[in-house]
T-cell receptor, first 118, second 109 residues
Framework: GAVVSQHPSRVICKSGTSVKIECRSLDFQATTMFWYRQFPKQSLMLMATSNEGSKATYEQGVEKDKFLINHASLTLSTLTVTSAHPEDSSFYIC??????????????FGQGTRLTVV | GIQVEQSPPDLILQEGANSTLRCNFS?????LQWFHQNPWGQLINLFY???GTKQNGRLSATTVATERYSLLYISSSQTTDSGVYFCAVGTFGNEKLTFGTGTRLTIIP
């Protein structure tokens, strides 16, 4: 299957600081990547769709100025949590598909990033 | 948007038992995947199964798209099967996945 790598796997930061999370497709190029958030004992909720070379598309209720997404290359999307607060503590995970396999095929996920804001 | 419900929400079984997890969705889909989320949070792809039946070792899955449900079968459960199982669906013309509510499976030795 296609490999998606996410870094870091765990990060602790102070309130008010910013944190950048990277999502890489290792063996394919991805024009689109997806960012999800998961609170403890809950399901995964889509935050935004990252589009290579253009602006990200955010889901309703997600603050685009707080969660900055950059998809500068076909293998890298980044999510920056700006001015983090304790309520931003969560598990963030990205996914991508290999477009050479066709449209709407199997999605693969990164390892996830557990963010703790203190 | 599409609603995805999984049942049961929690399941506790003895090692060696069999289990059936269900995923109901409210609209037509052209993508359905089953995942196992391990204790570290990583999502392990189990099946890509928008329709039909697939088997992989002790696991198998069936999706009846016309009736809007999918089933995941786990036979001869092992303690390593413990974790949360999610189904996720995608609809026509939309690449994003909507996740179900999850089933937390605990296998007791």
């Amino acid at each position: 299957g296609a490999v998606v790598s996410q870094h870091p796997s765990r990060v602790i930061c102070k309130s008010g600081t910013s944190v950048k999370i990277e999502c890489r497709s290792l063996d394919f190029q991805a024009t689109t990547m997806f960012w999800y958030r998961q609170f403890p004992k809950q399901s995964l909720m889509l935050m935004a769709t990252s589009n290579e070379g253009s602006k990200a598309t955010y889901e309703q209720g997600v603050e685009k100025d707080k969660f900055l997404i950059n998809h500068a290359s076909l293998t890298l999307s980044t999510l920056t949590v700006t001015s983090a607060h304790p309520e931003d503590s969560s598990f963030y995970i990205c996914s991508a598909r290999d477009p050479t396999r066709g449209t709407n095929t199997e999605a693969f996920f990164g390892q996830g990033t557990r963010l703790t804001v203190v | 948007g599409i609603q995805v419900e999984q049942s049961p929400p929690d399941l506790i079984l003895q090692e060696g038992a069999n289990s059936t997890l269900r995923c109901n969705f409210s609209d037509s889909v052209n993508n359905l995947q089953w995942f196992h989320q391990n204790p570290w949070g990583q999502l392990i792809n189990l099946f890509y199964i928008p329709s039909g039946t697939k088997q992989n070792g002790r696991l198998s899955a069936t999706t009846v798209a016309t009736e809007r449900y999918s089933l995941l079968y786990i036979s001869s459960s092992q303690t390593t099967d413990s974790g949360v199982y999610f189904c996720a669906v995608g609809t026509f013309g939309n690449e994003k996945l909507t996740f179900g509510t999850g089933t937390r499976l605990t296998i007791i030795p």
